[in-house]
């Protein structure tokens, strides 16, 4: 069975503080994939990035970057230089099993202070 | 120009009544998918087709229906609402399917639609 945790429920940061998220994940499947969506008080869901379980390379993209180790089954998401627009609901999830399960990790809510 | 659009943005109804939500996408995009977020946020996927077809049907009242009269669209009808039935309910699309296997790329969604079952 595929499963996601993110065991941060809710994080609180000042501005411009750096920020981890953290997700740690459960498969079976040696084929997945892991994605970051991020849901703002607006309420949309936005795509932030998609990983394929043979690419361990880090991403960075703006002050957003991505820690994927296979080794401790982890995706974590770091916020750099945390803005005011940065919280939201952050929610981590996995897709294993040539895509035919898709399982989201419980989400973060994530309150960035001025 | 919206990407993916869903109506009604907001839907009150009855137990008991039989209710529908529509979903299109103008992305040109081959994949299309229910999700339900429930109050207290969790995410899940109910459905979703590829071309038409259903190709993921997670564990659902049969209540759920999905119809996709083509590959832009993909409507959620609802039997017999249950007050457990309240939630947001979000459509997606991508270009998602190659070869034998579902490929998630980037979805995108759409505004959510707030069903609330009195």
Known sequence: ?114 | DTAVSQTPKYLVTQMGNDKSIKCEQNLGHDTMYWYKQDSKKFLKIMFSYNNKELIINETVPNRFSPKSPDKAHLNLHINSLELGDSAVYFCASSQGYSGGALVWNEQFFGPGTRLTVL
């Open chain 1, 1 to 114: 069975a595929q499963k996601v945790t993110q065991a941060q429920t809710e994080i609180s940061v000042v501005e411009k503080e750096d920020v981890t998220l953290d997700c740690v994940y459960e498969t079976r499947d040696t084929t997945y994939y892991l994605f970051w969506y991020k849901q703002p008080p607006s309420g949309e869901l936005v795509f932030l990035i998609r990983r394929n379980s043979f690419d361990e390379q880090n991403e960075i993209s703006g002050r957003y970057s991505w820690n994927f180790q296979k080794s401790t089954s982890s995706f974590n998401f770091t916020i750099t230089a945390s803005q005011v627009v940065d919280s939201a609901v952050y929610f981590c999830a996995l897709s294993a099993n040539y895509g035919q399960n898709f399982v989201f990790g419980p989400g973060t809510r994530l309150s960035v202070l001025p």
